[in-house]
Each structure stands twice: as C-alpha cells, then as structure tokens.
C-alpha cells in the first residue's frame, strides 16, 4: 500500500499567517492528488484536486504545489474560517490511502 | 444540485450487522462510482472500497474484505453498504463520497455497544 505521511499533524498559526502542510508520498503517485478541508462535525470538503486543481468555490489563498514526492496545501494569509482539518489523499492505486491528517488552529 | 443523503445513527450490538444507506440526487446514479470511507472518532480518514452503480462493479480495501459489502439499487439512486460481525473497532462514521470526492454526504455515525 502506498503510504502517505502528513506533516505536521496539528499548526497553531496566527491570523494573517502563511501555512503549508505536507504530504510525502512513499511511491510515484504522479498529480494523483486531494487535498481536503474537514471542520467539526462536518464532511470533508474537496479543496484541491490533481495535486494542483482549486476546487470551484475555494478562496484563492488557498494553493496546492509538489515537488518530487513531497505534495504541499498552502493557505497565503490564514484566516479564522481555515480553523479546520486537513487531509491528503493518493488515488493512483488501490487502495486509496489517506494521509493522518493535519489539525489547524489560530494561535 | 448533487446531494448524497445517508441515513440516520445506528445503535447495535456487537456481532450483528447493520446496513446504512446513501440516497443519491441531482445527477445520473449510474454514472459514477460512490465510495464509502470510514472515520473513527479523532481519527483519520479510511478508504473502505467503491462500487459503480451502473453496473455493480465492486472494489475494496482488502482490510474490508469479509466485513463490508457494497450494493446499489439504481432504481432508487441508492448505494447501501453492509458491516458484518460488529465489534467496536467499527464504531466510526461512515461516508459515501461520490466519485473524485467532490460530494460527499453528511456522514452516518455507528456504534457498536451492547
């Protein structure tokens, strides 16, 4: 199985702030590539997708890059509504495997 | 607009069984694969496996194997998923996502407790 290891698994950040979370892929996974929002009680949220895709609707501080195996979401300027989980997720091959997860609070 | 409507919390007893639903809508059932994950509280996500309502092809997680079984009903637009054997460690919340995850329903939450 394709291992997805998501760094770090909780951010404490200041409103305004640049933030990036990673996930490091242990296998080619090419651009195959989510990334997801989850706040509390809710479903998660497709915020990116093909590793570098904004999902329609998304604000456009929100950014999805990679390099190498190393895929990154970045949120420009933190705001109090991005208070969330975040989530990866590799689709190249099954199973689909997701990475641990990243808890993002205000600081 | 796509809405993917699961049924309501299941409160059951370990080794039984239980079957929840997702009811799809605002798009061609048949067209697209629904996914089913899993989410034990505080925990991370877990892809259980997918079944193409069209024609009923199924796919999973071999950690599922023998403990979740994927149907679809297209004359409802229903994907329904089957847990055996119950024990805590299925107490979770369960998804249905469809295909690319771009929708997803309000989650159905089971706990196994005698």
């Known amino acids: 199985d394709i291992q997805m290891t998501q760094s770090p698994s909780s951010l404490s950040a200041s409103l305004g702030d640049r933030v990036t979370i990673t996930c490091r892929a242990s296998?080619?996974?090419?651009?195959?590539l989510t990334w997801f929002q989850q706040k509390p009680g809710k479903s998660p949220r497709r915020m990116i997708y093909g590793a570098t895709n904004l999902e329609d609707g998304v604000p456009s501080r929100f950014s999805g890059s990679r390099s190498g195996s190393d895929y990154s979401l970045t949120i420009s300027s933190l705001e109090s509504e991005d208070v969330a989980d975040y989530h990866c997720?590799?689709?190249?091959?099954?199973?689909?495997?997701f990475g641990s997860g990243t808890k993002l609070e205000i600081k | 607009q796509v809405q993917l409507q699961q049924s309501g919390a299941e409160l059951v007893k370990p080794g039984s069984s239980v079957k929840i639903s997702c009811k799809a809508s605002g798009y061609t059932f048949t067209s697209y694969d629904m996914h089913w994950i899993k989410q034990q509280p505080g925990n991370g996500l877990e892809w259980i496996g997918w079944?193409?309502?069209?024609?009923?092809?199924?796919k999973y997680n071999q950690k599922f194997n023998g403990k979740a079984t994927l149907t679809a009903d297209k004359s409802s637009s229903t994907a329904y998923m089957q847990l055996s054997s119950l024990t805590s460690e299925d107490s979770a919340v369960y998804f249905c996502?469809?295909?690319?995850?771009?929708?997803w329903g309000q989650g159905t939450l089971v706990t196994v407790s005698s």
């Open positions: 296998q080619d996974i090419g651009n195959y």
């Open positions: 996502a469809r295909g690319w995850f771009a929708y």
């Open positions: 997720l590799q689709s190249i091959q099954y199973p689909l495997t």
């Open positions: 079944i193409y309502p069209g024609n009923g092809n199924t």
